[in-house]
T-cell receptor
Framework: AAGVIQSPRHLIKEKRETATLKCYPI?????VYWYQQGPGQDPQFLIS???????DKGSIPDRFSAQQFSDYHSELNMSSLELGDSALYFC??????????????FGEGSWLTVV | AQSVTQPDIHITVSEGASLELRCNYS??????LFWYVQSPGQGLQLLLK??????LVQGIKGFEAEFKRSQSSFNLRKPSVHWSDAAEYFC????????????FGQGTTLQVKP
């Protein structure tokens, strides 16, 4: 079965550069979530979208922005990168909005290294 | 505020032995609970979930978990561990019923001895 697709899988950027991560949800899924997992840490919620509208916001820095497009894919834009932004970024998707009973499926993540 | 605690940061078991990973949650209403597994350098794979109904839920790869409201626990079990089960295990709860935001525990690293 098709899963959540993230690209690129690995990305190396220098400080103060900009990075964009892309997420393609499971077909027919209309809800997308972004999580950040630092080294040795548990995943932390960044932001979510339902039907192209932001539905919730977590600990996402102001330097980061995201959006969901008409085909439901999502992009996470990160500017003025800092060393501390080095992490594994997960995208996840679900069907039918952000109701609690909807199962959330994760992609394999995009590794961002800031040097 | 909602929270999830996994008391055991690291667990080592012998292959073929039984396994129980502990998870305690703090949540005001009926929680939606999940267990995810993460192999090194890999994504999060859903093992099982509890939304309502039977408190003993079966998952993939031979895992099961039991929801105990009185103990605010959702422990993960497997009767016989395989070497391929070595990974990081995360318990998670939906933080808010209308946002779908997952709150994760700190994770438990499982090591399997031959």
């Amino acid at each position: 079965a098709a899963g959540v697709i993230q690209s690129p899988r690995h990305l190396i950027k220098e400080k103060r550069e900009t990075a964009t991560l892309k997420c393609y949800p499971i077909p027919r899924h209309d809800t997308v979530y972004w999580y950040q997992q630092g080294p040795g840490q548990d995943p932390q919620f960044l932001i979510s979208f339902y039907e192209k509208m932001q539905s919730d916001k977590g600990s996402i820095p102001d330097r980061f922005s995201a959006q969901q497009f008409s085909d439901y894919h999502s992009e996470l834009n990160m500017s003025s990168l800092e060393l501390g932004d080095s992490a594994l970024y997960f995208c996840a998707s679900s069907l039918g909005g952000t109701g609690g009973s909807n199962t959330i499926y994760f992609g394999e993540g995009s590794w961002l290294t800031v040097v | 505020a909602q929270s999830v605690t996994q008391p055991d940061i690291h667990i080592t078991v012998s292959e073929g032995a039984s396994l129980e990973l502990r998870c305690n949650y703090s949540y005001g209403a009926t929680p939606y609970l999940f267990w995810y597994v993460q192999s090194p350098g890999q994504g999060l794979q859903l093992l099982l979930k509890y939304f309502s109904g039977d408190t003993l839920v079966q998952g993939i790869k031979g895992f099961e978990a039991e929801f105990k409201r009185s103990q605010s626990s959702f422990n993960l079990r497997k009767p016989s561990v395989h070497w391929s089960d070595a990974a990081e295990y995360f318990c998670a709860v939906i933080g808010s019923s209308n946002t779908g935001k997952l709150i994760f525990g700190q994770g438990t690293t499982l090591q399997v001895k031959p």
